[in-house]
C-alpha cells in the first residue's frame, strides 16, 4: 500500500453540542434543526463530485455522533451511491463521549466502519469543563467499553496537553488510564491558541516548558507501551496507521465533502464554503460550494510537499526539485541537529520533533504563518487538515 497512489474522501459533519473553548474548526452548536438537510446536501455534493473511486473514508467534525442513528446509516446510504463502500480500505467514524449511544455504535459497524476515533482530551473532569467539554471521564469510559463489546473495529483516542491548569500529574494519570484500556491507535495534540477562540480571548498562554515535558514524557509512556510514533501527534499499535491521514502527509489526493471541507485533485486545492446557509443553498441549486481553488505550484507547493514529509518520523525522500530548491534551509537545520539524512531520506531529529513548528518554518513562504501551513497538526483534514 502507498499512501501516495491512494485517493481519500472527506466528510465534514460541522455540528456539536456546545463549542469547545479552544477550538476553531468549522463547527456549530445550536444548529440540530439544520442536521437533517445538511445530510441531505452531503449526497447531494457528493453527486456532484462522483467520479473519483476513493480508497478511504473519513468522517470527522464538528461531531459526527451529534446524527441521529437514522441519520448516520441514511449519510452511509448517500455516501455508498456515489463512492461505492466496499473499495474503502478504512472506514472512520469521529465521536464524541456525550452524543455517542450503543444503538449508534451497532450502526456504525453495520455501515462498514473499520476504525472508531473517541474524543477524550483529558480524564480529568474539572479540566473537561474548564475547557468547554459536556462528557465525562466516565462516558468515556463507557463508551469505550460499548465500542469494544462489537468486533472489526480499531480504536483511537484523542488526547490534548498544555491546557490551562493542566497539570503533569493529571496528564499523567490521563495517558496511563487511557494506555491501560489498550487503544490501537492514539492522538495526542499541543493546545493550540487559535484566534477567533474564548481561549485566544482569555490571552492563554501554554507554558512551552510544560508542554515540552509531557510530550517527551508521553513518548517515553507510548514507546514502552508498543506504539509507535509515526507523526507528529499520531501514535500506533503496529499495522494501525491511520491511513487516511498518511494519504495527506504523503501529499496525496483527497475529496472533501462539507461545509469547510477541503479537496487536493489533480495539483488543485479547493475549499468549501464554510458557512452553512451558502453551503446549503449552493448545493441544493446543483452548484459545486465551492469558495475558493488554489493551484499549488514551484516553490509553495514544493515547501508543502517537504513540510508534509517531514511531520512523519519516517521523514520523507525529498526530490531533486526539494533539495535544489531548499538546499540552503535543509543545509540549516542539519547544522542545528534538527534534521537529519537516512540513505535518501529526510527526517526530523528528536529535538526536531520537539521544535518541529520552528523547523517547518523554512518551509514556508515568509508571508504564511505555520498554522495555516500546517496540515493535520489537528486532524480537520479535506476538512482534517482535521
Ligand atoms: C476536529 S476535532 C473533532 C473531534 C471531536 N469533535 C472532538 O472534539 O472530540 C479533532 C481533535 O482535534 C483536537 N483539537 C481541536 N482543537 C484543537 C486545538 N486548538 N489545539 C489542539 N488540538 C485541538 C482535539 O483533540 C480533537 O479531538
Ligand atoms: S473540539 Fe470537537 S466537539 Fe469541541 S467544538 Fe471542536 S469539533 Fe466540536
Given at each position: 500500500?502507498?499512501?501516495?497512489?491512494?485517493?481519500g474522501?472527506?466528510?465534514?459533519?460541522?455540528?456539536?453540542?456546545?463549542?469547545?473553548?479552544?477550538?476553531?474548526?468549522?463547527?456549530?452548536?445550536?444548529?440540530?434543526?439544520?442536521?437533517?438537510?445538511y445530510?441531505?446536501?452531503?449526497?447531494?455534493?457528493?453527486?456532484?463530485?462522483a467520479?473519483?473511486?476513493?480508497?478511504?473514508?473519513?468522517?470527522?467534525?464538528?461531531?459526527?455522533?451529534?446524527?441521529?442513528?437514522?441519520?448516520?446509516?441514511?449519510?452511509y446510504d448517500?455516501?455508498?451511491?456515489?463512492?461505492?463502500?466496499?473499495?474503502?480500505?478504512?472506514?472512520?467514524?469521529?465521536?464524541?463521549?456525550?452524543?455517542?449511544?450503543?444503538?449508534?455504535l451497532?450502526?456504525?459497524?453495520?455501515c462498514?466502519?473499520?476504525?472508531?476515533?473517541?474524543?477524550?482530551?483529558?480524564?480529568?473532569?474539572?479540566?473537561?469543563?474548564?475547557?468547554?467539554?459536556?462528557?465525562?471521564?466516565?462516558?468515556?469510559?463507557?463508551?469505550?467499553?460499548?465500542?469494544?463489546?462489537?468486533?472489526?473495529?480499531?480504536?483511537?483516542?484523542?488526547?490534548?496537553?498544555?491546557?490551562?491548569?493542566?497539570?503533569?500529574?493529571?496528564?499523567?494519570?490521563?495517558?496511563?488510564?487511557?494506555?491501560?484500556?489498550?487503544?490501537e491507535?492514539?492522538?495526542?495534540?499541543?493546545?493550540?491558541?487559535?484566534?477567533?477562540?474564548?481561549?485566544?480571548?482569555?490571552?492563554?498562554?501554554?507554558?512551552?516548558?510544560?508542554?515540552?515535558?509531557?510530550?517527551?514524557?508521553a513518548?517515553?509512556?507510548?514507546?514502552?507501551?508498543?506504539?509507535?510514533?509515526?507523526?507528529?501527534?499520531?501514535?500506533a499499535?503496529?499495522?494501525?496507521?491511520?491511513?487516511?491521514?498518511?494519504i495527506?502527509?504523503?501529499?496525496?489526493?483527497?475529496?472533501?465533502?462539507?461545509?469547510?471541507?477541503?479537496s487536493?485533485?489533480?495539483?488543485?486545492?479547493?475549499?468549501?464554503?464554510?458557512?452553512?446557509?451558502?453551503?446549503?443553498?449552493?448545493?441544493?441549486?446543483?452548484?459545486?460550494?465551492?469558495?475558493?481553488?488554489?493551484?499549488?505550484?514551484?516553490?509553495?507547493?514544493?515547501?508543502?510537499?517537504?513540510?508534509?514529509?517531514?511531520?512523519?518520523?519516517?521523514?520523507?525522500?525529498?526530490?531533486?526539485?526539494?533539495?535544489?530548491?531548499?538546499?540552503?534551509?535543509?543545509?540549516?537545520?542539519?547544522?542545528?541537529?534538527?534534521?537529519?539524512?537516512?540513505?535518501?531520506?529526510?527526517?526530523?531529529?528528536?529535538?526536531?520533533?520537539?521544535?518541529?513548528?520552528?523547523?517547518?518554518?523554512?518551509?514556508?513562504?515568509?508571508?504564511?504563518?505555520?498554522?495555516?501551513?500546517?496540515?493535520?497538526?489537528?486532524?480537520?483534514?479535506?476538512?482534517?487538515?482535521?
Open positions: 500500500m502507498d499512501p501516495r497512489r491512494l485517493v474522501l472527506y466528510v465534514h459533519i460541522p455540528f456539536c453540542s456546545v463549542k469547545c473553548f479552544y477550538c476553531d474548526f468549522t463547527a456549530f452548536s445550536g444548529q440540530s434543526k439544520s442536521v437533517s438537510r445530510v441531505a446536501g452531503l449526497g447531494q455534493e457528493a453527486r456532484l463530485k467520479g473519483r473511486v476513493p480508497d478511504t473514508l473519513y468522517i470527522g467534525g464538528g461531531t459526527p455522533s451529534e446524527l441521529s442513528a437514522q441519520q448516520i446509516g441514511e449519510l448517500l455516501i455508498g451511491r456515489f463512492y461505492p463502500r466496499s473499495k474503502f480500505l478504512e472506514s472512520t467514524f469521529e465521536v464524541n463521549p456525550e452524543s455517542t449511544t450503543g444503538e449508534k451497532s450502526i456504525l459497524r453495520s462498514g466502519v473499520t476504525r472508531l476515533s473517541i474524543g477524550a482530551q483529558t480524564l480529568d473532569d474539572a479540566l473537561l469543563k474548564s475547557i468547554g467539554r459536556r462528557h465525562t471521564a466516565k462516558d468515556l469510559m463507557d463508551i469505550y467499553r460499548q465500542a469494544r463489546s462489537f468486533d472489526g473495529w480499531s480504536v483511537s483516542i484523542d488526547l490534548m496537553y498544555g491546557l490551562p491548569d493542566q497539570t503533569m500529574p493529571s496528564f499523567l494519570k490521563t495517558l496511563d488510564d487511557v494506555l491501560a484500556l489498550q487503544p491507535h492514539l492522538s495526542l495534540y499541543g493546545l493550540q491558541v487559535e484566534d477567533r477562540t474564548l481561549f485566544a480571548k482569555r490571552e492563554v498562554e501554554p507554558d512551552e516548558e510544560l508542554c515540552r515535558a509531557m510530550y517527551e514524557d513518548l517515553d509512556r507510548l514507546n514502552a507501551a508498543g506504539y509507535r510514533h509515526y507523526e507528529i501527534s499520531n501514535f499499535k503496529p499495522g494501525f496507521e491511520s491511513i487516511h491521514n498518511q495527506y502527509w504523503h501529499d496525496g489526493e483527497y475529496v472533501g465533502l462539507g461545509c469547510g471541507a477541503a487536493y485533485l489533480d495539483g488543485i486545492r479547493s475549499t468549501n464554503l464554510d458557512r452553512l446557509p451558502a453551503y446549503l443553498s449552493a448545493v441544493e441549486s446543483g452548484r459545486l460550494p465551492v469558495e475558493q481553488e488554489e493551484w499549488l505550484s514551484g516553490r509553495d507547493k514544493l515547501g508543502e510537499t517537504a513540510l508534509l514529509g517531514l511531520r512523519m518520523l519516517d521523514g520523507f525522500e525529498p526530490g531533486p526539485d526539494i533539495e535544489r530548491e531548499f538546499s540552503v534551509e535543509i543545509g540549516r537545520l542539519e547544522r542545528k541537529s534538527l534534521l537529519k539524512r537516512e540513505g535518501r531520506r529526510l527526517r526530523l531529529t528528536r529535538e526536531g520533533v520537539f521544535l518541529a513548528n520552528q523547523a517547518f518554518l523554512e518551509f514556508v513562504a515568509p508571508f504564511q504563518d505555520v498554522a495555516e501551513a500546517r496540515v493535520e497538526q489537528k486532524p480537520e483534514p479535506a476538512g482534517a487538515i482535521n
